[in-house]
Protein backbone atom coordinates (compact mmCIF):
# COMPACT_ATOMS: atom_id res chain seq x y z
CA UNK A 1 0.00 0.00 0.00
CA UNK A 2 1.23 3.31 -0.59
CA UNK A 3 2.66 5.51 2.17
CA UNK A 4 -0.13 7.97 3.06
CA UNK A 5 -2.55 5.64 1.67
CA UNK A 6 -1.86 2.75 4.47
CA UNK A 7 -2.34 5.43 6.61
CA UNK A 8 -6.12 6.64 5.67
CA UNK A 9 -6.93 2.79 5.60
CA UNK A 10 -5.33 2.61 8.89
CA UNK A 11 -7.04 5.48 10.63
CA UNK A 12 -10.04 4.66 9.41
CA UNK A 13 -10.08 0.58 9.77
CA UNK A 14 -9.19 1.75 13.84
CA UNK A 15 -12.71 4.11 13.61
CA UNK A 16 -14.92 1.95 11.99
CA UNK A 17 -13.60 -1.50 11.29
CA UNK A 18 -11.19 -2.87 8.68
CA UNK A 19 -13.78 -4.19 6.52
CA UNK A 20 -15.58 -0.93 6.33
CA UNK A 21 -12.41 1.04 5.98
CA UNK A 22 -11.37 -1.59 2.82
CA UNK A 23 -15.12 -1.16 1.05
CA UNK A 24 -14.53 2.34 1.45
CA UNK A 25 -11.11 2.54 -0.31
CA UNK A 26 -12.80 0.62 -3.32
CA UNK A 27 -15.34 2.86 -3.46
CA UNK A 28 -13.05 5.57 -3.83
CA UNK A 29 -11.08 3.34 -6.86
CA UNK A 30 -13.69 2.84 -8.51
CA UNK A 31 -14.06 -1.31 -7.60
CA UNK A 32 -17.08 -3.38 -6.32
CA UNK A 33 -17.11 -2.70 -2.72
CA UNK A 34 -16.66 -6.36 -0.69
CA UNK A 35 -14.32 -5.61 2.10
CA UNK A 36 -11.41 -8.20 0.79
CA UNK A 37 -8.49 -6.34 -0.17
CA UNK A 38 -7.34 -8.49 -3.13
CA UNK A 39 -5.48 -8.39 -6.51
CA UNK A 40 -8.41 -6.04 -8.12
CA UNK A 41 -8.27 -3.55 -5.34
CA UNK A 42 -4.49 -3.37 -4.66
CA UNK A 43 -4.02 -2.94 -8.61
CA UNK A 44 -6.59 0.17 -8.54
CA UNK A 45 -4.45 1.67 -5.72
CA UNK A 46 -1.72 1.45 -6.78
CA UNK A 47 -2.72 2.98 -10.57
CA UNK A 48 -4.71 5.66 -8.94
CA UNK A 49 -3.20 9.34 -8.70
CA UNK A 50 -2.41 9.18 -5.00
CA UNK A 51 -3.62 12.65 -4.18
CA UNK A 52 -6.93 12.33 -5.95
CA UNK A 53 -7.19 9.04 -3.90
CA UNK A 54 -6.68 11.30 -0.71
CA UNK A 55 -9.17 12.93 -1.47
CA UNK A 56 -12.14 10.34 -2.83
CA UNK A 57 -11.22 8.11 0.42
CA UNK A 58 -11.71 11.41 2.89
CA UNK A 59 -15.21 12.09 0.46
CA UNK A 60 -16.40 8.58 1.04
CA UNK A 61 -15.25 8.47 5.27
CA UNK A 62 -17.19 12.17 5.20
CA UNK A 63 -20.71 10.63 3.57
CA UNK A 64 -20.20 7.26 5.51
CA UNK A 65 -19.72 9.80 8.48
CA UNK A 66 -22.99 11.69 7.91
CA UNK A 67 -25.13 8.40 7.83
CA UNK A 68 -24.78 7.80 11.17
CA UNK A 69 -27.62 8.36 13.35
CA UNK A 70 -25.04 10.08 15.65
CA UNK A 71 -23.71 12.39 13.45
CA UNK A 72 -25.62 15.37 14.97
CA UNK A 73 -23.54 14.53 18.30
CA UNK A 74 -20.27 13.59 17.20
CA UNK A 75 -20.07 14.96 13.72
CA UNK A 76 -18.07 18.00 13.78
CA UNK A 77 -15.03 15.74 15.59
CA UNK A 78 -15.54 13.37 13.02
CA UNK A 79 -15.15 15.81 10.25
CA UNK A 80 -12.43 17.21 12.08
CA UNK A 81 -10.10 14.00 12.33
CA UNK A 82 -10.93 13.73 8.88
CA UNK A 83 -9.48 16.81 7.63
CA UNK A 84 -6.40 16.45 9.79
CA UNK A 85 -5.96 12.58 8.47
CA UNK A 86 -6.24 14.10 5.01
CA UNK A 87 -3.75 16.70 5.64
CA UNK A 88 -1.05 13.94 7.20
CA UNK A 89 -1.63 11.61 4.51
CA UNK A 90 -0.83 14.22 1.52
CA UNK A 91 1.98 15.24 3.41
CA UNK A 92 3.39 11.32 3.67
CA UNK A 93 3.08 10.94 -0.54
CA UNK A 94 6.60 10.45 -1.56
Partial sequence: MPSGIDYLVFDMGVNAGPGRSIKLLQSAVGVPADGGLGPV???????????????????EKEAFYRSLKDFQVYGKGWL?????????STSMLA
Avoid at 42 to 48: C, E, G, W
Avoid at 80 to 88: D, F, G, L, P, S
Fill in 80 to 88: NRVEQVKVK
Fill in 41 to 59: TMKAVLSADPVELINRFSE
